[in-house]
């Protein structure tokens, strides 16, 4: 049995070994020769690509949830943004895909650069993020006619794939006709919701290329991709147009207006008094469920059907998309990893968020970071107090 991912002990740990990995990290990237780097821009203003800007840009601004202390919030905010660039389309001829993130490189003199601005997350940019020794990689196939990459970092991810993949589908449909597509590079599809998205989207499975090593190079006679929108975890309305659009969202009888989303079978994220937390959310009228278990369809019809959604910071909230405006989310978050990603999502698609916080011990002040692996020790007396003033 996994030791508890909480209390001092394991934040000293945890914490030691997150700073040193960031100092190590730091020092190799000294080491290290730049990643060369040009922008969209520059390669449509060389006459290298074509670039179509498909989305303007716009302010963003989050607002402190009632239930954030001072250190709370600061940490809540950790990479927040102000702006969210133009969303645009790049077609490119003669074009390389490096790895199964999908970075997109082109010939430049004899050497290769990677384009900068298609990934646009703030504190995790494509110089840092690409691997080096991909610039020097001979290409394992050479792909004729047109490709379509809707690759991007850390897939197969229910959230990423979700928000951030899946629209750049109807970004490209705007200026391409996806007939006329000859392979589209995608995730592993071992994932079902991948597979299953696929099928929504209507592209053909004979046209599927499935891009799982991380040193796969890939040679393309024509690249077409799209940015990656929902920068730094803000989600513009197209995005949740283009995710809602090809589901059923008509509110069903048959299913629950209160749902809790479990978490029983994981290794991080655990509710470490997870029967006192089942006792009181069924009190309260919640049906249990565990979302990874239903398919994409199904999630999106729960989802599209609940008054009142409660659960604790994990993939199964990406489903809060499928919420009609109005709807309640009470989201339980462990006091080491406070992330806005569902304050954010709930903000785009008019839900009503309220935050419970953990009460377990947490790091202070510089030493504090966004802990993944963090358990989470829930405060029933304020969960069964939110819930009280959520139902009444």
Known sequence: MRSVNAGWDYLVRRGADHHGRRVRKALAHVRRAPVPLVGSLDLAAAGRAARVEVQPGQDVRMERPAALSPADWRAFRHRDVSTLPPQFVLDVPDALVLGRNGWVAVEDGGARRVVSDLWQEVGLETGDMVQPGLLATRPDERLPGTTVSLLLPWMPNYYHWTLQSVPRFDMVAGVLDPASVDQWLVPPQSSPFVREWLDLLGIPQDRRVEVEPSGRV??????????????????????????????DLRRRDDLPRRIFLDRPATDKRRLLNRDRVLTAVRSGGFEVVEAGALSVADQAALFASADVVAGVLGA???????????TTVVEILPRNLMFPAYYKLCAAAGLDHRLVTGREPRLIGPLRFPDTEADVLVDVATLEQTLQDVLT
């Open 218 to 247: 890939l040679s393309l006679e024509r690249l077409v991709v799209a940015s990656v929108p929902a920068r730094n975890r803000y989600v513009p309305p197209h995005v949740l147009d283009s995710v809602r659009a090809r589901l």
């Open 316 to 326: 199964g909230l990406t489903n809060l998309v499928y919420c009609y405006p109005g």
